[in-house]
C-alpha cells in the first residue's frame, strides 16, 4: 500500500504535495503522481489546506469528497500502469480512443471503481475484479 490507513494521514499529503508544488520544491515519484491528479483537478485546489483534513464530505448533501476522487484516480493510474487487472490497459485505450481525453475516460472508470469498492464493502468481500473489468468493457 503507497499510503497508510489513516484518514487525515492521506489527505495531509495531498495538501502538503499542493504546498511543495506552489513553492517548486522537488517532489519524490509518488508525491509527482499526486501533483498531477492535483494539477488536473483545479476545482480542489483551494480546499487542500489544513481546515479540510478533517471535514466530512457527505454526498447526501450534494458534497464530492476531493480526497477520494483524486485517490481514485491515482488507483485507476496504478492499474492502468501495471494492467491489473489484466486487460484493464486494453480497455483504458479503447475509452481515450472513444472520448479523446484521458481524463474523460478515467472518470468513466472511475464510476466502475467506485461501484465496485462500494459493492464489496455493502457485501463484507474483496472488491470482483472480473465484473469490475466487465463494467469498464460494456462502457
Known sequence: MIFGQDRDELRQ????????????????????????????????????????IGKDFVPEAGQTNPF??????????????????PGIAAAFQKLV??????????????????ETLWEAQRNNTTPDEAGYLVKILNL
Not at 16 to 27: E, F, G, R, T
Not at 68 to 85: E, F, K, Y
Open 97 to 114: 480512443t472513444r472520448t479523446g481525453d484521458n481524463h474523460k475516460a478515467e472518470h468513466l472508470v472511475l464510476e466502475c471503481l467506485a
Open 13 to 52: 499529503m495531498y495538501v502538503d504535495v499542493w504546498k511543495k508544488l506552489s513553492v517548486n520544491i522537488a517532489l519524490s515519484p509518488l508525491e509527482a503522481q499526486i501533483a498531477k491528479v492535483i494539477e488536473d483537478h483545479p476545482e480542489y485546489q483551494d480546499m487542500l489546506t489544513p481546515n479540510t
Open 68 to 85: 477520494l476522487h483524486m485517490g481514485l484516480h491515482l488507483a485507476i493510474r496504478d492499474q492502468i500502469s501495471t494492467n491489473r487487472p
